[in-house]
């Protein structure tokens, strides 16, 4: 089976600190992992994913993940937040070649980011 | 170019009634996939659909059923609607291959649906 926790709930940060939401995985051979943002009422949309290659992947918005397989996690980061990057974000992960790319989810973690 | 379109937005069934939802893929992208959001949850994987096949199923009741058109929309049915199947359904097209290659998988802004 495959899986992804992210252990927080909700993450806070001050507008122009760096931020980190965590994600870590569970899968039985090498994962692909992705990571979306939801703003509120709306779909999920595509930030970076990491598939293989460079352990730092660099992805929209300034936002950058960095896979590390010894800790099976999935890191998601930014240099320096902004009030507008304050959203819901969904780590995922699937692993080929099993399925056609069916996504699993973990429950969200709700990013704030004050002035 | 456009994206993965979604119809309707909102709708609102009563328990016991039946509901369908639309879904365009992104032009070029043979794979669609459904998945549930339940409000303070991650999407939930219901189907997935390549060159209008099943490909996929999610751990649904068989009240759910979809289908995959030959230029590539698809449309989720619910038959005995209960309250529990208040959610957001969002619907997904990647330009999959034969086989699970990484590609990546584009949303659209999804249907909600309030059963009462």
């Known amino acids: 089976a495959q899986s992804v926790a992210q252990p927080e709930d909700q993450v806070n940060v001050a507008e122009g600190n760096p931020l980190t939401v965590k994600c870590t995985y569970s899968?039985?051979?090498?994962?692909?992992l992705f990571w979306y943002v939801q703003y509120p009422n709306r779909g999920l949309q595509f930030l970076l994913k990491?598939?293989?290659?460079?352990?730092l992947v660099k992805g929209s918005y300034g936002f950058e993940a960095e896979f590390n397989k010894s800790q099976t996690s999935f890191h998601l980061k930014k240099r320096s937040a902004l009030v507008s990057d304050s959203a819901l974000y969904f780590c995922?992960?699937?692993?080929?070649?099993?399925?056609?790319?069916?996504?699993?989810f973990g429950k969200g973690t709700l990013l704030l980011v004050s002035p | 170019d456009a994206g993965v379109t979604q119809s309707p937005t909102h709708l609102i069934k009563t328990r016991g009634q039946h509901v369908t939802l639309r879904c365009s893929p992104i032009?070029?992208?043979?794979?669609v996939s459904w998945y549930q959001q339940v409000l303070g949850q991650g999407p939930q994987f219901i189907f997935q659909?390549?060159?209008?096949?099943?490909?996929g199923r999610g751990n649904f009741p068989d009240r759910f059923s979809a289908r995959q058109f030959p230029n590539y929309s698809s449309e989720l049915n619910v038959n005995a609607l209960l309250l529990g199947d208040s959610a957001l359904y969002l619907c997904?097209?990647?330009?999959?291959?034969?086989?699970?290659?990484?590609?990546?998988?584009?949303f659209g802004e999804g249907s909600w649906l309030t059963v009462v």
């Open positions: 997904a097209s990647s330009p999959q291959g034969a086989r699970n290659s990484g590609n990546t998988i584009y």
């Open positions: 899968v039985s051979g090498n994962p692909y």
């Open positions: 990491y598939i293989t290659g460079d352990n």
């Open positions: 995922a992960v699937t692993v080929p070649p099993s399925g056609y790319s069916t996504l699993n």
């Open positions: 032009s070029g992208h043979k794979s």
């Open positions: 659909y390549y060159e209008k096949e099943e490909r």
